[in-house]
């Protein structure tokens, strides 16, 4: 029987034995087992605590190396909050616990109870800033060895706001930019701990690799490996409370050559004691960078340690729909490939949850959907379809219907397109006439600068007499129409419940349908699998 998080019953390792001709096998001994579990204390090192209260989580685990040893019983915690009596008030509010003074004894007498207490520390009334005192932690249990832990407690709190940094507009392809920062301390106290900035790019910005206490990281886009970028910088030195610094140089990067709109995402933070920063795999070189004294006004300050600053690039991306039909040879039914292809030169790209394009679909009169060949996953070549159901509003894909919108994901880079696939079943009137599916500027509100909206909508039809497919000369696709079948959703026609558009209004600058209205559907981002984007952003540093 295992605890919700004892680790027990680990595989033994397996000891290789060197053997040389003409001599005798000889193998180290293995290490001794333990003979009882041990434990191990997960807490902050250090609590910056003010007037208000806040809250702190202590947990711990119990480990056997591999042993088969008796499972820990009566697991104890004890808070040992003396040494902070006149710096601060430690309140637990845990039937676990019993206090007898400052000290707090927590016991866990089933193995079904969490392995953590939460409690309140707030600074003390007529505390002194930078007063100092230290929170004791004890972990034991009967057939368990014990752990301790401690945390620092300081009175006054730093806090870190970063300045607005000016979009930049126009910015020729080649051209090299600057991206200036500030950085504020609005609390009480000065910085002690380790100060880290970062800068997440997505849209195709080439940083220079010149302060060697900055890491850079390259993106992971299999599509387009430079389409993110990543910087993280660490600072030592304190930032007084109330001061204002700056960059000593402004970060310098390259606009890329198929940049269009590059969104930057950049933050501040107090690294915790023990913390590695993270960042990207490859160090600066040159100077380290330091934060000076800030001169002149600048532009403002966001309300918190984050913000973010678009590039927008003197370029274009020419996004185009493309449609074919193919028969399914089920019941009558057909294939519809659709394509958002873009052909550049620029890369497009979302903003955090939102699509950066969107097709329009339209079926026939007399046709309806009845399924979308989606599939669940970052890499997965099929985008996922809404039902529009009018007013600005979207449901999730319902079959029995003949208008969706299908969001592209996170973008499209130059030279590649986004794939749908519907299947459709034509009904007994169905007299031949024709589908459109149109791509349209997204809610992430980027100007595409389409140098071409002819090709912004595609038209096709389903012979239902002939074998083979009968697409328009417009609806050509770079994919085959092979229907495929992996992760389809489908089903009979429901009655959807829509969802108000958290996007906007989307401008149409294509011929087609009216303007579109992109919309989360069933608690998901912002029209389609827009999570996948950000969590493809997140992880642009190696």
Same mark, same amino acid.
Request: net charge negative.
């Given at each position: 029987?295992?605890?919700?998080?004892?680790?027990?019953? *680990?595989?033994?390792?397996?000891?290789?034995?060197?053997?040389?001709?003409?001599?005798?096998?000889?193998?180290?001994?293995?290490?001794?087992?333990?003979?009882?579990?041990?434990?191990?204390?997960?807490?902050?090192?250090?609590?910056?605590?003010?007037?208000?209260?806040?809250?702190?989580?202590?947990?711990?685990?119990?480990?056997?190396?591999?042993?088969?040893?008796?499972?820990?019983?009566?697991?104890?915690?004890?808070?040992?909050?003396?040494?902070?009596?006149?710096?601060?008030?430690?309140?637990?509010?845990?039937?676990?616990?019993?206090?007898?003074?400052?000290?707090?004894?927590?016991?866990?007498?089933?193995?079904?109870?969490?392995?953590?207490?939460?409690?309140?520390?707030?600074?003390?009334?007529?505390?002194?800033?930078?007063?100092?005192?230290?929170?004791?932690?004890?972990?034991?249990?009967?057939?368990?060895?014990?752990?301790?832990?401690?945390?620092?407690?300081?009175?006054?709190?730093?806090?870190?706001?970063?300045?607005?940094?000016?979009?930049?507009?126009?910015?020729?392809?080649?051209?090299?930019?600057?991206?200036?920062?500030?950085?504020?301390?609005?609390?009480?106290?000065?910085?002690?701990?380790?100060?880290?900035?970062?800068?997440?790019?997505?849209?195709?910005?080439?940083?220079?690799?010149?302060?060697?206490?900055?890491?850079?990281?390259?993106?992971?886009?299999?599509?387009?490996?430079?389409?993110?970028?990543?910087?993280?910088?660490?600072?030592?030195?304190?930032?007084?409370?109330?001061?204002?610094?700056?960059?000593?140089?402004?970060?310098?990067?390259?606009?890329?050559?198929?940049?269009?709109?590059?969104?930057?995402?950049?933050?501040?933070?107090?690294?915790?004691?023990?913390?590695?920063?993270?960042?990207?795999?490859?160090?600066?070189?040159?100077?380290?960078?330091?934060?000076?004294?800030?001169?002149?006004?600048?532009?403002?300050?966001?309300?918190?340690?984050?913000?973010?600053?678009?590039?927008?690039?003197?370029?274009?991306?020419?996004?185009?729909?493309?449609?074919?039909?193919?028969?399914?040879?089920?019941?009558?039914?057909?294939?519809?490939?659709?394509?958002?292809?873009?052909?550049?030169?620029?890369?497009?790209?979302?903003?955090?949850?939102?699509?950066?394009?969107?097709?329009?679909?339209?079926?026939?009169?007399?046709?309806?959907?009845?399924?979308?060949?989606?599939?669940?996953?970052?890499?997965?070549?099929?985008?996922?379809?809404?039902?529009?159901?009018?007013?600005?509003?979207?449901?999730?894909?319902?079959?029995?219907?003949?208008?969706?919108?299908?969001?592209?994901?996170?973008?499209?880079?130059?030279?590649?397109?986004?794939?749908?696939?519907?299947?459709?079943?034509?009904?007994?009137?169905?007299?031949?006439?024709?589908?459109?599916?149109?791509?349209?500027?997204?809610?992430?509100?980027?100007?595409?600068?389409?140098?071409?909206?002819?090709?912004?909508?595609?038209?096709?039809?389903?012979?239902?007499?002939?074998?083979?497919?009968?697409?328009?000369?417009?609806?050509?696709?770079?994919?085959?129409?092979?229907?495929?079948?992996?992760?389809?959703?489908?089903?009979?026609?429901?009655?959807?419940?829509?969802?108000?558009?958290?996007?906007?209004?989307?401008?149409?600058?294509?011929?087609?349908?009216?303007?579109?209205?992109?919309?989360?559907?069933?608690?998901?981002?912002?029209?389609?699998? *827009?999570?996948?984007?950000?969590?493809?952003?997140?992880?642009?540093?190696?």
């Amino acid at each position: 029987m295992t605890s919700n998080r004892t680790v027990f019953g *680990a595989v033994l390792a397996a000891v290789v034995l060197a053997l040389a001709p003409g001599s005798a096998a000889v193998a180290a001994g293995p290490s001794p087992l333990p003979t009882q579990a041990y434990a191990t204390i997960e807490a902050d090192q250090q609590l910056n605590v003010g007037s208000t209260a806040q809250s702190v989580d202590v947990s711990w685990m119990f480990y056997d190396g591999g042993a088969n040893v008796p499972v820990p019983t009566n697991q104890t915690l004890v808070i040992d909050a003396r040494d902070v009596v006149g710096v601060a008030g430690v309140t637990v509010d845990d039937p676990r616990c019993t206090a007898d003074g400052q000290v707090f004894t927590c016991v866990n007498t089933d193995e079904s109870q969490r392995q953590a207490v939460d409690f309140t520390v707030r600074a003390d009334a007529g505390a002194a800033l930078g007063a100092t005192g230290t929170l004791k932690y004890t972990v034991s249990a009967e057939h368990g060895t014990g752990a301790t832990a401690q945390a620092k407690v300081v009175v006054g709190v730093p806090d870190l706001v970063v300045g607005k940094v000016p979009d930049v507009a126009h910015a020729k392809i080649g051209s090299r930019i600057e991206l200036p920062l500030r950085l504020r301390n609005t609390g009480d106290l000065a910085t002690d701990r380790r100060i880290v900035l970062r800068w997440e790019e997505v849209g195709g910005l080439v940083f220079d690799r010149k302060f060697s206490n900055c890491a850079y990281g390259d993106g992971d886009d299999p599509v387009e490996p430079g389409s993110q970028a990543s910087v993280t910088c660490v600072f030592t030195a304190p930032v007084a409370a109330g001061a204002t610094v700056e960059l000593s140089s402004p970060l310098t990067a390259t606009v890329g050559e198929h940049v269009l709109t590059a969104v930057t995402d950049y933050s501040a933070e107090l690294l915790k004691p023990g913390v590695d920063p993270g960042g990207g795999a490859y160090p600066g070189t040159g100077p380290a960078l330091t934060l000076v004294p800030s001169s002149g006004a600048g532009d403002g300050f966001e309300s918190g340690a984050t913000g973010q600053v678009r590039v927008s690039a003197d370029s274009s991306a020419d996004l185009a729909a493309t449609a074919a039909v193919t028969p399914r040879g089920t019941g009558g039914q057909w294939a519809l490939t659709l394509n958002a292809v873009n052909h550049g030169p620029a890369s497009a790209y979302g903003v955090g949850n939102k699509a950066v394009a969107l097709v329009d679909v339209v079926l026939p009169k007399g046709t309806v959907a009845t399924g979308n060949a989606f599939e669940e996953g970052e890499d997965t070549p099929y985008g996922e379809c809404f039902l529009w159901v009018g007013s600005g509003k979207t449901a999730p894909f319902a079959a029995g219907h003949r208008h969706y919108v299908c969001p592209v994901p996170r973008g499209i880079a130059a030279g590649k397109n986004q794939l749908f696939v519907l299947w459709v079943k034509p009904a007994k009137d169905y007299t031949g006439g024709k589908g459109t599916a149109t791509v349209l500027p997204g809610p992430a509100g980027i100007p595409l600068h389409d140098p071409n909206p002819a090709n912004d909508s595609a038209t096709f039809a389903f012979d239902t007499s002939a074998a083979s497919p009968t697409p328009s000369a417009s609806a050509s696709s770079p994919t085959s129409g092979t229907s495929p079948t992996p992760g389809a959703s489908g089903g009979a026609s429901a009655a959807p419940t829509a969802t108000d558009a958290p996007g906007g209004t989307l401008p149409h600058t294509g011929t087609g349908p009216m303007a579109l209205i992109a919309t989360a559907a069933a608690g998901a981002v912002a029209l389609g699998s *827009a999570a996948l984007f950000v969590a493809r952003r997140r992880r642009n540093s190696r």
